[in-house]
């Protein structure tokens, strides 16, 4: 797949067909990954617009990604929820795959919360915890596979972005506050990213934690670069859906079966610190 360059008419264009469509004006964004959806089912008195109905959207082909924007009321939070995302891997283009973020940032999001289903490379992680993202590794983004690759927009952000804070303190502060009310275990630890989307090879994963990376996807830091790159304020949330295989043999291969089944036990969890930071944001956020 060659490049796709949107330009800011048909960002708009985009954006014009999601505002028609809703009651709210949501100032929080939300992205959920394999497995993660049925929190969109939280959301209340619920606008539904498939990305299917909207211009330059791409589909989702992965299972578990029904891909729709789901807009309404969270912990008195006007909240839009994408319920699954596209990948690099699905033959689209990094712009394309990040362009609901521009769509969220042109409707006035402010906070971006994003999860994802991960493969833990810690050796303290068992499938169902949750880990709090503290920083990311940019892999493919070094490799040249950048969203913001291409003409630059300053309307949305400068040429060259700092991402010393890809991830804001306060809102992590507050996720471990909740975490804490709640008795929920919630790791931090470091995400990377890869093109997929085959799993990785035991020697990969002996290489990828050599690299300081405690959970590995397929997604995530194109939207958080993004996200960033137009001022949005970024928390992210990896639930660990499978354990590193380091050696060959020693434990059962990864499936998205495994992932999706995963889901059940994060999403929980998940939904408990997610709505616990919304209502802590309520008086912040309006």
Do not use: W
Not at 9 to 37: C, F, K, N
Not at 83 to 97: L, N, T
Request: glycine fraction near 12%; charge should be negative; proline fraction near 7%.
């Amino acid at each position: 797949m060659g490049d796709t360059f949107f330009t800011r008419q048909q960002m708009e264009e985009s954006a014009v067909v999601v505002r028609a469509r809703t009651r709210y004006q949501p100032r929080v964004g939300l992205i959920l990954g394999s497995g993660l959806g049925g929190l969109a089912e939280a959301v209340e008195q619920a606008d539904v617009i498939p990305y299917s109905d909207i211009p330059h959207l791409v589909p989702s082909t992965v299972e578990g990604h029904i891909g729709r924007f789901v807009i309404g009321m969270l912990e008195g939070q006007p909240v839009i929820v994408m319920q699954g995302r596209s990948h690099y891997y699905e033959g689209y283009s990094m712009q394309q795959v990040t362009l609901p973020i521009r769509v969220m940032q042109l409707l006035g999001v402010q906070i971006l919360i994003v999860t994802n289903a991960s493969g833990g490379i810690s050796p303290d992680f068992r499938p169902g915890d949750l880990m709090l993202i503290t920083d990311h590794i940019n892999l493919i983004g070094m490799a040249g596979l950048s969203p913001l690759r291409g003409p630059n927009d300053p309307s949305f952000g400068p040429r060259f972005p700092d991402m010393s804070e890809a991830y804001d303190l306060g809102l992590r502060s507050l996720a471990l506050r909740v975490a804490g009310e709640q008795h929920i275990k919630l790791h931090q630890g470091v995400y990377i990213c890869l093109a997929g989307p085959s799993f990785e090879t035991p020697a990969d994963l002996r290489f990828l934690r050599r690299l300081g990376a405690d959970a590995v996807g397929m997604s995530t830091v194109p939207e958080v670069t993004v996200a960033r790159h137009g001022g949005t304020r970024v928390l992210g949330l990896a639930g660990i859906a499978n354990v590193a295989v380091v050696e060959p043999g020693s434990a059962p291969p990864p499936t998205h079966e495994e992932v999706l089944q995963a889901g059940q036990v994060i999403v929980p969890k998940l939904t408990t610190v997610i709505r616990g930071v919304l209502q802590a944001l309520q008086a912040t956020v309006s």
